[in-house]
């Protein structure tokens, strides 16, 4: 009877959590700029959702499916950026900018 | 019976996405470079972690409680951070950027 609050806070917990990862793939994007994001957190990050959607398929759970499969392509987004940017930058070199290449290549 | 298997990637997920935003906090504290990190994201972020544990405690699930104040304290590492190095380095202009490098941008 009671239990439309709790629900209705994990649907608003669910969309946050998912939709969190957008405004990190709009700025990687725009900024061409990933040297502070940690390429080992979205290795997990990416792993864990995998492991998620896994789960709620399983279960046959369509929220936890729908919600984890687009929180893996958001942070895989990420994850992308983040390794075509190291690739252009150079592996071992320490973060390297040029503001000017923003709107180039 | 055969509900192991679920509930096991369950636990390694939950322990994934937890432990995720370790290798973030701990660059971005090494580092001491946030520019690329969306304060944004991780607004969003530390607000989803604090519905989710409010949700554990109505709920009374303690491995929602758990995982979820333990991200919300890594993910708030992550936004106290950013936001300590924004300050640092002035609102306008992101970190480690040369404005005066030549009229290229």
């Known amino acids: ?51 998620w959607s896994v789960y709620g398929f399983m279960i046959g759970n369509l929220p936890i499916i729908i919600f984890n499969l687009l929180s893996l392509a958001l942070s895989g987004a990420v994850l992308f950026l983040k390794i075509r940017n190291d690739r252009r930058d150079g592996h071992a070199s320490p973060p390297h900018r040029e503001p000017g290449m923003a709107g180039t290549g």
Do not use: H, N
């Not at 994990?10 to 990687?28: C, D, E, N, R, Y």
């Open 1 to 51: 009877m009671d239990g439309w609050l709790p629900t209705t806070l994990a649907v608003i917990a669910g969309l946050l959590s998912t939709s969190s990862f957008i405004p990190q793939v709009l700025k990687a994007w725009r900024e061409r700029d990933t040297a502070a994001i940690s390429k080992r957190m979205y290795c997990v990050t990416v792993s864990a959702f995998i492991l």
